[in-house]
């Protein structure tokens, strides 16, 4: 079935000027970019995004971290979307992700925070964050 997913090239990601690899990564797998912006993270759209994690002890250094610098959004299509970018990715923790995945190969494997991409977890967190950072008509 196809599925669209909400991915955020990271600050690490940014810095490390592997915006280009990472999207590349996600073509070369068969996947389509269908939105795509950079945009400056608030306080407001991650106390939203990463309420999951609000009473985490990290929450505030990651949010810290989301702010370093502006972020690439962006909207994926293909068949399985949702899991094929979770794959793609590895693991969130970097250390634990393998050698081929996008985490293991670009993430910092000492800091947990710095793992270079977010990718919607399933179908409603997908429907959500997508709605969440584009407009219908932003979505092509
Ligand atoms: N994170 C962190 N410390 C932790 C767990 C997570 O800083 O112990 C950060 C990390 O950047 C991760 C994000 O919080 O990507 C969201 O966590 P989640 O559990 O949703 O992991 P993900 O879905 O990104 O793999
Ligand atoms: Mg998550």
Redesign the pocket.
């Given at each position: 079935m196809s599925e669209k997913t909400l991915i955020i090239l990271?600050p690490d990601c940014m810095k490390k000027n592997l915006a280009g690899t990472v999207l590349a990564r996600f073509e070369s797998a068969g996947l389509r970019i269908v939105a795509c912006k950079m945009i400056r993270m608030t306080d407001a759209l991650l106390r939203e995004h990463?309420s999951?994690?609000v009473d985490?002890p990290?929450f505030g250094?990651?949010c810290d971290?989301m702010k370093e610098c502006p972020v690439i959004v962006g909207v994926l299509q293909g068949e399985n979307a949702i899991a094929r970018v979770?794959e793609l990715?590895g693991?969130?923790?970097s250390a634990l992700a393998p050698a081929g995945t996008i985490r293991g190969d670009f993430g910092d494997k000492a800091?947990?925070?710095?793992?270079i991409c977010?990718?919607s977890?399933g179908a409603e967190a997908a429907a959500a964050e997508v709605a969440r950072f584009f407009c219908e008509n932003e979505i092509f």
């Open positions: 990271k990463y999951h994690l985490k990290f250094g990651l971290f979770r990715l693991p969130t923790n800091n947990i925070t710095c793992n977010h990718a977890d």
